[in-house]
């Protein structure tokens, strides 16, 4: 029996990762950046086992649909090849959030483990083959091995996968508060979305010639820890990536009423002379970034437009952590 045990947080990402060139490989059309953080993680225990019939997938203690399973077999398969394990699994995740807002993350799970894995199977990996190994379960996961900032560069099959970007620690002086919002319509996901995008949207070509434009500007304002600088061009990048869905074929938004009323509240909030900006994933939810030394005056002006239990305060968190299963936590990768 191989058995390993793992934690990684999510991640949100300041220049999108939005379409892919290559949908098996999972390449992405332009490389992204994030900011790791301490308030969503996933734990994930893997057992190999030679007396296991089949891979067998457990989140929060309930069996999962044999269609996650396979997902999760298809990722176990990548580690099986490269370990020489033979053996099926069982894998045991836990979700950590603080409301059940739908804010589970492909990112954290992914990059959970794939760590996971490489305890087990004592895979003894750098942190660059296990984000490029957890890149080939969902993209944005090769960016929540690291904490604080991380670049995931495009590249290659064996050049694709998330390195540090040096901040000096300026992460720790920032926050980003999340202002959940629940919403009634159908979802298109992220993979079925970027998909769409990248095939019909004619603002495509807009949205990676700026991505990349972006990209530098964002590094820019990180090496000089110029936060004006950082939250321009977040906000400006997530209208952007949301801007392309507009034009695909059939349109489509993950935009709610309740977001663009968050929207328009940070906007007043920053009119008032509080620095915030927003960024936006696939769904309705909006973050605030903002630096620590404003968040309290930030959070109060929230709450006076969204319930206490709406918002949830984040600060930088740390790279994939490996937990030995009597739960005593070592960090193996940490800036
Ligand atoms: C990001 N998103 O950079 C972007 C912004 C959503 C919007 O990465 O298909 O779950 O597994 O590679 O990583 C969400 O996409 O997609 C995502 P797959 P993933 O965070």
Redesign the pocket.
Known sequence: MYKGKARAYTNI?LI???GKKDEAL?LPMNN?L?LTLDAFYTETTVTFDKTFAEDQFFLDDQQQSASATKKISAFLDLIRAEANCPFAALVESHNFVPTAAGLAS??SGLAALAGACNEALGMALSPEALSRLARKG????CRSIYGGFAEWQQGTDTTSYAIQVPSNQWENDLSMIFILINDQAKEVS??DGMRRTVETSSFYDGWLTSAAADLQTIKQAIAEQDFTALGEVAEANALK?HATTLAAQPPFTYWSPESLRAMDCVRQIRQQGLPCYFTM??GPNVKVLCQKQDEQAILHALQSNFAQDQLVLAHAGSGLTALPVNDHATTIIKE
């Open positions: 990402a999108k990762y939005w999972i992204s994030s492909s990112a969902s993209g944005s996961a992220s993979r990536m994933d696939a």
